[in-house]
T-cell receptor
Framework: DAGITQSPRHKVTETGTPVTLRCHQT?????MYWYRQDPGHGLRLIHY???????DKGEVSDGYSVSRSKTEDFLLTLESATSSQTSVYFC???????????FGSGTRLTVV | GEDVEQSLFLSVREGDSSVINCTYT??????LYWYKQEPGAGLQLLTY?????DMKQDQRLTVLLNKKDKHLSLRIADTQTGDSAIYFC?????????????FGGGTRLMVKP
């Protein structure tokens, strides 16, 4: 989706190192979400934001933190990466309508 | 959010119809969605249906909703090899932080030539 950019697209990092994934949107959407996708688990919500500086935890938030200092950027940080955090991470945005989310192309993170 | 269940895999021949099924548990959901994920890509919204509708048709796609049984299906007519992908259904639920979606585990559709 042209309006949502995730960076980096791929990353390999070592256990114990901090990692930050970035989601940038040009849609001016109020809501932003971070999901992880793993085989057998589908999509699981990590954290979400309902406005600048307003964030909350999802179902698998342990080991992750987020920040949203402006509307267009939503950062996901792994303070100390573990092998269980190897996954594909998706950012999504949404509005106050019920027309679903718009997804980014994903970041494939490998923790070795 | 509540649980959304899908079968893992479906294989069809090119030109046949595909039917992907989904069950959900939250009777208060007002919208239900179908997303498509192609390899290496994010999820793309295919279609959605409002909960007071029984059916929605959009070109080759037909969505059927049985609210009594909490069953949603996506029918793809004249399935093509380009339809090979993972399909996710999702239901919405309201929170004080806005509209949230719960996704099923995805159904991998394989289309054989």
């Amino acid at each position: 989706d042209a309006g949502i950019t995730q960076s980096p697209r791929h990353k390999v990092t070592e256990t114990g190192t901090p990692v930050t994934l970035r989601c940038h949107q040009t849609e001016n959407h109020r809501y932003m979400y971070w999901y992880r996708q793993d085989p057998g688990h589908g999509l699981r919500l990590i954290h979400y934001s309902y406005g600048v500086k307003d964030t909350d935890k999802g179902e698998v938030s342990d080991g992750y933190s987020v920040s949203r200092s402006k509307t267009e950027d939503f950062l996901l940080t792994l303070e100390s990466a573990t092998s269980s955090q190897t996954s594909v991470y998706f950012c999504a945005t949404g509005t106050d309508t019920n027309y679903g989310y718009t997804f980014g192309s994903g970041t494939r993170l490998t923790v070795v | 959010g509540e649980d959304v269940e899908q079968s893992l895999f479906l294989s069809v021949r090119e030109g046949d119809s595909s039917v992907i099924n989904c069950t959900y548990t939250d009777s208060s959901s007002t919208y239900l969605y179908w997303y498509k994920q192609e390899p290496g890509a994010g999820l793309q919204l295919l279609t959605y249906i409002f909960s007071n509708m029984d059916m929605k048709q959009d070109q080759r796609l037909t969505v059927l909703l049985n609210k009594k049984d909490k069953h949603l299906s996506l029918r793809i007519a004249d399935t093509q090899t380009g339809d090979s992908a993972i399909y996710f259904c999702a239901e919405n639920y309201g929170t004080n932080a806005g509209n949230m979606l719960t996704f099923g585990g995805g159904t991998r559709l394989m289309v054989k030539p």
